[in-house]
């Protein structure tokens, strides 16, 4: 029998990225998926990145993952969402060429160092002495490892979904892994079930351009990696297109032949991600939604259509999209569908994203019960990064919310779990002014470098990059300058009298970099890579205080008794969501509130002023 120290099952985001950390670790890998093409798949939508999931692909590039680069090469339209609000908040987002990315997932996994791949079905986990120390492949093959890392996606006991037509299978195209759903049975691990679903791909060449509104990428891109210096691709735009209400009438009047609305479903989906027929049903004073035409690739005839994902029969699917501009003699390539799967409660793991019950076994990905491939990639490094570690002997490491969406992730996940797909927004972090996406290397890379799985490329452009900054940062705190410079060179500030440090300066957003380079000699000879870091730092160094006295309020308001009775559907600025589920769990005191699943900083703040002030 075959030894490795690490077994990956599932090339998908988590697999990849699980495989190739525990390899950066030292550790010989087996990754076994079911296809080559299930490298780098990506099942919905074309894009990587995001609000929050942007956040964590920067983090994953710091830790020297791999998804941040391969996003860069495939990259056909960069986008940097939420531009007008702060840094903290801003998410960078790219739509892909699918084909693209998986070559350039595939060339980069067959050449890993340390990483062995198989393509075969897993159908079971060899155990001894109750820990995980093999697998066993559909034709009988059995390999021995040391930690095994489960990143089967939605395919356990999956079943795709179109209209009353169901069948067993985790993707389109795809199969479902049963054999392995029974051994998980087996183990006693807690199973729910969850489903997500997929829009109808449009042929776009049957799509009328000209009758839309086009959408182009950012004219200065944001990548992803730290270690990538521009696009690869040509860039594209998309179409912007509307539902209307002859679209919502067809739906509406068969809503009772959905897979969801019929009653074929039982799984939860997401609700942040609603198919259109749920749109109709729960937002039914609109009378447009918008869609986003994505291209699928420079040279790709398909469609994204974002928006509308459906589990409509094929002929209602036809009729709807046909009645959107633009749209109307529209060829549908392959149906929208929703696909129901088994997922394992995440409260059974550890902060490794170790299984608790059974030594050697570690899970990531939507297994869990996520969604997305950055959180899914996420999971897998942290799989990865702890299994190499497992197998070497030493104990786990864990990543802590302070320093980082992944950690903000995995904690939500092993102390709430999950009552619907869990998927990252900047509004789960409660340190979030510090974790932005621009200082992901700052945070994280050091960590990764005394781990073991940071590279000696990615070391050594992060200790270029790092001391670039921080000489430019002392400069910037040591130089002062009076009130009778500032106001010669017209730099509007509070007149207090008071000299102030040009990094103070630097936080004043008033002035773009152009204004502020030019105003300030000493930031001349500063790169604009190292201007912008300082100018965000600068930003964020008046609220971090408040951030930090926050933080402690949190922790000493714990044991605040919230009253039985008291009425928070109708408290004022908390969201329709959170109201609802402090009104059906009624949480006695402010720590049983902060455990509820997407409970905020912001909403906690809220129910002591509440319930200190009457507020
Ligand atoms: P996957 O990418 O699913 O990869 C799992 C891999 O495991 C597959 O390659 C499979 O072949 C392999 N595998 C499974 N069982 C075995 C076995 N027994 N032996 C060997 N290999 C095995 N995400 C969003 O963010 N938004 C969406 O709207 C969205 N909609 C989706 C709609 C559909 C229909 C699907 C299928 C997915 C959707 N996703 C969406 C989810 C996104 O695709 C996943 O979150 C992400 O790909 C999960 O990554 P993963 O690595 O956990 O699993």
């Not at 391969?70 to 060429?97: E, H, S, Y």
């Amino acid at each position: 029998m075959k030894h490795y120290d690490v077994a990956v099952i599932g090339g998908g985001h988590a697999g990849v990225e699980a495989a190739a950390a525990a390899a950066r670790m030292g550790s010989s890998v087996i990754l076994v998926t079911m296809r080559q093409s299930d490298i780098g798949a990506l099942s919905c939508n074309p894009a990587i990145g995001g609000l929050g999931k942007g956040h964590l692909v920067r983090e994953i590039d710091a830790l020297d993952g791999v998804m941040s680069r391969l996003a860069d090469r495939a990259g056909i339209q960069f986008r940097l969402l939420n531009r007008r609000k702060g840094p903290a908040v801003r998410g960078p987002r790219a739509q892909m060429d699918r084909r693209r990315y998986r070559e350039a997932s595939w060339d980069a996994m067959r050449t890993y160092r340390g990483v062995d791949i198989v393509f075969g079905t897993v159908t079971d986990l060899l155990q001894v002495n109750g820990r995980v120390q093999g697998i066993r492949l559909d034709e009988g093959q059995e390999i021995n490892c040391a930690a095994t890392i489960l990143t089967t996606g939605t395919f356990l006991n999956a079943t795709i979904h179109i209209g009353d037509v169901s069948r067993s299978a985790g993707r389109w195209g795809d199969g479902a892994s049963t054999g392995l759903a029974d051994a998980l049975h087996r183990l006693s691990l807690p199973l729910g079930r969850l489903k997500t679903g997929t829009p109808p791909r449009l042929d776009g060449a049957t799509i009328d351009w000209a009758a839309l509104e086009m959408q182009p990428g950012d004219a200065d891109p944001s990548l992803f990696s730290y270690l990538s210096t521009g696009p690869e691709m040509p860039q594209i735009s998309c179409g912007i297109t509307h539902t209307n209400e002859v679209t919502h009438q067809i739906i509406r009047d068969n809503l009772a032949r959905s897979a969801m609305y019929g009653g074929h479903i039982a799984g939860r989906g997401p609700r942040y991600c609603p198919s259109i027929e749920d749109k109709i049903v729960r937002f039914a004073d609109k009378t447009s939604h918008q869609i986003f035409l994505e291209p699928e690739g420079v040279d790709e005839t398909s469609v994204y259509p974002n928006g509308i994902s459906t589990s409509l029969p094929e002929d209602v699917q036809d009729e709807y999209v046909r009645s959107i501009r633009g749209l109307e003699q529209v060829r549908i390539l392959q149906p929208g569908y929703a696909v129901e799967y088994d997922y394992v409660d995440p409260t059974c793991l550890d902060n490794s994203l170790a299984v608790r019950s059974v030594p050697g076994l570690f899970l990531a990905g939507q297994i869990n019960g996520t969604t997305g491939y950055e959180e899914a990639a996420a999971q897998g490094l942290v799989a990865g990064i702890n299994a190499a570690i497992g197998a070497a002997g030493k104990a786990p490491t864990f990543f802590s919310r302070s320093e980082s969406y992944i950690g903000v992730m995995i904690d939500d996940l092993v102390t709430h779990g999950v009552s619907e797909p869990y998927r990252m927004f900047t509004s789960r972090a409660e340190f979030r002014l510090t974790l932005r996406a621009d200082n992901a290397d700052q945070r994280l890379t050091p960590f990764g470098i005394t781990l073991g799985c940071v590279g000696d490329a990615r070391r050594d452009a992060f200790e270029k990059r790092q001391l670039a900054y921080v000489e430019a940062r002392a400069k910037a705190e040591m130089t002062l300058m009076t009130p009778s410079e500032l106001n010669r060179l017209g730099i509007q500030v509070r007149k207090d009298g008071k000299a102030r440090s040009v990094f103070a300066l630097l936080g004043l957003q008033e002035m773009d970099d152009i204004e502020v380079q030019s105003k300030i000699p000493l930031l001349t000879s500063i790169s604009d890579d190292t201007l912008a870091q300082l100018r965000n730092d600068a930003l964020y160094d008046q609220y971090t205080d408040r951030q930090d006295r926050d933080v402690a309020a949190l922790k000493q308001h714990e044991n605040l008794l919230l009253p039985q009775d008291m009425d928070f559907l109708s408290l004022g600025g908390l969201s329709g969501e959170l109201s609802r589920k402090l009104d059906e769990r009624r949480p006695k005191n402010l720590a049983e509130a902060a455990k509820i699943e997407g409970m905020t900083p912001a909403a906690l703040t809220l129910l002591i002023a509440s319930v200190r002030f009457g507020q």
